[in-house]
């Protein structure tokens, strides 16, 4: 450890920050089992034991809520996790430098817009009476398209705006990856007869496949995670869009800070780090027992 003290000192930030973070504030999961009042503090507040779950199970809304958080979360993974692979494969093929360099720059940079910006952007391009895609139509002869406020449109308007605003941001990892592959390999493969479209599905696709791997891993873990900013905000007002787009994590925002339950708050949210854990083991487990790749 004296030897490599310069290595272990660049990652003490980082070790401070999931430390004193993300272990720290763990203790606050045994409020779960209380019926807790921030008046009382945790020692004076009830002990319920499992209620607080008991009462989220037989919720009425818990059918609706687990129904939307899987189809958004299905749909998610498989209509936006294989997008940034399918850009950095793209990327990667581009030959001049600044063309490239420039596309990247371009995609990634909706990473950085809030989601309240975003939800401007979608009001100013979709709403029926002002929006630009309303005028362009109703300039080219067709009747307004109705997608704010539509719950046929809501998941194509969920996907697609997740998609815009991360998929440069996550073909970044992907483009590291494929910068490690041995050039070697595209020269044989070039030796070989293989076109571009052949490297890249048999030298490029396969050596990016234990990221892939890994990124899988990982999402599968944030199954039933949605974002609930940006649910919230394409909901905005509109009670009708809850039958579509109410899932957990927008429910636990509305009974923690408008109802102050910080109790069942807490117990959904435990609930639902347990089942990330038991499918990120699984596809730990299962990965490497078929590629021999896996996260440990």
């Not at 539509?150 to 440069?168: C, D, H, R």
């Not at 949210?269 to 990965?287: D, Q, T």
């Amino acid at each position: 450890m004296w030897f490599y003290r310069y290595v272990y000192l660049l990652m003490l930030p980082g070790l401070l920050y999931f430390l004193i973070f993300e272990y720290v504030p763990m203790w606050g999961i045994v409020i779960a089992f209380f019926d807790y009042r921030p008046w009382l503090g945790l020692s004076n507040s009830p002990f319920v034991g499992l209620e607080n779950f008991r009462m989220f199970f037989e919720s009425i809304y818990f059918v609706r809520l687990m129904r939307n958080t899987l189809i958004i979360s299905l749909l998610s993974l498989f209509l936006y996790f294989p997008a940034p692979i399918l850009l950095a494969l793209l990327l990667n093929e581009v030959r001049h430098s600044l063309y490239k360099r420039f596309i990247q720059t371009v995609s990634y940079l909706p990473h950085f817009i809030s989601w309240v910006v975003i939800g401007g952007l979608l009001t100013y391009m979709f709403s029926v009476n002002v929006g630009f895609l309303t005028k362009v139509l109703v300039v080219l002869g067709f009747a307004p398209l109705q997608v704010l406020g539509s719950e046929n449109a809501f998941y194509p308007l969920v996907i697609g705006s997740t998609v815009w605003k991360e998929v440069g941001w996550g073909a970044i990892i992907y483009l590291a990856a494929m910068a490690g592959i041995n050039l070697e390999l595209y020269e044989a493969a070039t030796i070989d007869g293989a076109n571009r479209l052949q490297r890249a599905l048999y030298v490029t696709l396969p050596g990016i496949i234990p990221v892939i791997v890994v990124m899988l891993i990982l999402r599968l873990g944030h199954i039933l995670s949605v974002n609930y900013l940006q649910i919230m905000i394409l909901i905005g007002g509109d009670a009708s869009l809850l039958e579509v787009g109410d899932v957990i994590q927008y429910w636990v925002y509305r009974v923690g800070f408008f109802q102050q339950n910080f109790s069942i708050a807490t117990a959904v949210g435990l609930f639902l780090s347990v089942i990330g854990l038991v499918l990120v083991w699984g596809a730990n487990r299962i990965s490497r027992k078929l590629t021999d790749t896996g996260l440990w």
